[in-house]
């Protein structure tokens, strides 16, 4: 029997139910086939936290974290109770630097009985592999002379290891899947950084000859997402780019409700952090409606990331069994709570068990 040591940080608002929900599922998937418990300690940083003692997580938060092999999130932001850049950066964001979550994955695909808001959306199924921990979202800048002839100054700052590496981990993906990659580029607009990362693309698209790479640009990258999304299969992008991005794959999917993401360390010195896409959603937090696949399909991550590819496949199946006979929440156009759901997935997952 494997034992996985989890920290679970349900975090604000819809982030504590729906990683309630997805915990109750993993543990009816792990009981019903056996072979994998995950045992989850849980912590309560969060903005409530915050309003407490003054600081989103203790001193020693990362060296408690450290010990766990991987950490569940659900989602972190009050901003009634705390400035959201205070709530980002005093959690989230700290964990993905200090912890090196220098890839963020998030896949997006048409799910059965989920409609997308797109007229003829086929099939699509793709993954954004998103630079996390750099790029456009970096303290570097400032802000001087204030009042009317004020500056400020945001630089983008793109090194060549986390670079390469995101683009490396996106070749190994592709090579997984279907040999296919695009790269997100503007390098017509952006003229330092984004010819740099079209050089690291082309450097390292040489170790795989064998994936078919195209680069695009981010505007019209943007517009095909819309217009045939069912063309792509893997995209690497930076980070802002990426972000924007998978907004757009979770909008054709119907809600950002369902999305998955992974923060992968890829050298295993630090636990990955898997959570979903979307926020703490404070207009909908405490009704019980939120829409808690996005948490399961993120736990389907993290089953495939400890090799349990099987169990995670169960899982996704249980989750499009429930999509499909219409047992959904009100944001993918059901009325069924967020317990109405869970159960029902684990209803499927018990079945499934028992063939
Ligand atoms: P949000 O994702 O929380 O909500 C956007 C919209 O989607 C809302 O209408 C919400 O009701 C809906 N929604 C989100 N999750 C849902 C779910 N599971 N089921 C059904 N509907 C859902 O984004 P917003 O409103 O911009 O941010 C709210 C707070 O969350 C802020 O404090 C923000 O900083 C934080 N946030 C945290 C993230 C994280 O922890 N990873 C990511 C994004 C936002
Ligand atoms: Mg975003």
Redesign the pocket.
């Known amino acids: 029997m494997r034992k996985i040591e989890i920290a679970s940080l349900p975090?604000d608002g819809?982030g504590i139910e729906?990683t309630e929900a997805a915990k109750d599922v993993l543990h009816t998937l792990t009981d019903a086939h056996g072979g994998l418990r995950f045992s989850f300690s849980s912590f309560p940083w969060s903005c409530d936290y915050y309003s407490e003692h003054g600081v989103m997580m203790p001193k020693d938060a990362m060296t408690t974290l450290r010990q766990f092999e991987a950490l569940f999130l659900g989602?972190?932001?009050?901003?009634a109770l705390v400035p959201?850049h205070i709530?980002?950066w005093g959690m989230?964001i700290k964990i993905r630097r200090e912890f090196e979550l220098s890839v963020n994955v998030r896949p997006a695909k048409r799910l059965k009985g989920i409609a997308s808001p797109l007229a003829n959306p086929k099939s699509f199924d793709f993954v954004v592999v998103r630079e996390n921990s750099e790029g456009e979202y970096s303290e570097v800048g400032g802000r001087i002379h204030q009042g009317e002839h004020e500056v400020a100054i945001q630089n983008a700052v793109f090194t060549r290891r986390a670079t390469e590496k995101v683009i490396r981990y996106a070749f190994q993906l592709a090579e997984k899947r279907d040999n296919r990659l695009v790269s997100a580029t503007k390098s017509n607009g952006i003229v330092h950084s984004m010819p740099f990362w079209d050089e690291v693309t082309k450097s390292v698209a040489g170790e795989y000859p064998h994936v078919d790479m195209q680069s695009s640009h981010i505007d019209a990258l943007a517009a095909f997402f819309v217009t045939k999304p069912a063309d792509f299969d893997v995209i690497v992008a930076s980070n802002l780019f990426g972000d924007v991005l998978t907004d757009i794959g979770s909008a054709i999917m119907g809600?950002?409700?369902i999305a998955p993401s992974a923060n992968i360390n890829l050298e295993g010195r630090f636990p990955s952090m898997f959570?979903p896409v979307?926020?703490?959603?404070?207009?909908?937090a405490g009704k019980g409606i939120?829409?808690p696949i996005?948490q399961l399909w993120t736990a389907k991550m993290m089953l495939d990331h400890f090799g349990f590819e099987e169990l995670g496949q169960t899982l996704m199946d249980a989750i499009e069994n429930v999509t499909e006979a219409g047992i959904k929440?009100r944001?993918i156009g059901g009325t069924s709570s967020t317990k109405e759901v869970t159960e029902a997935v684990k209803q499927k997952i018990l079945q499934s068990a028992r063939s």
């Open positions: 975090g819809v729906v989602a972190v932001g009050n901003p959201d709530s980002l989230l809600s950002i409700g959570e979307h926020g703490s959603a404070p207009d909908i939120a829409n996005g929440t944001d």
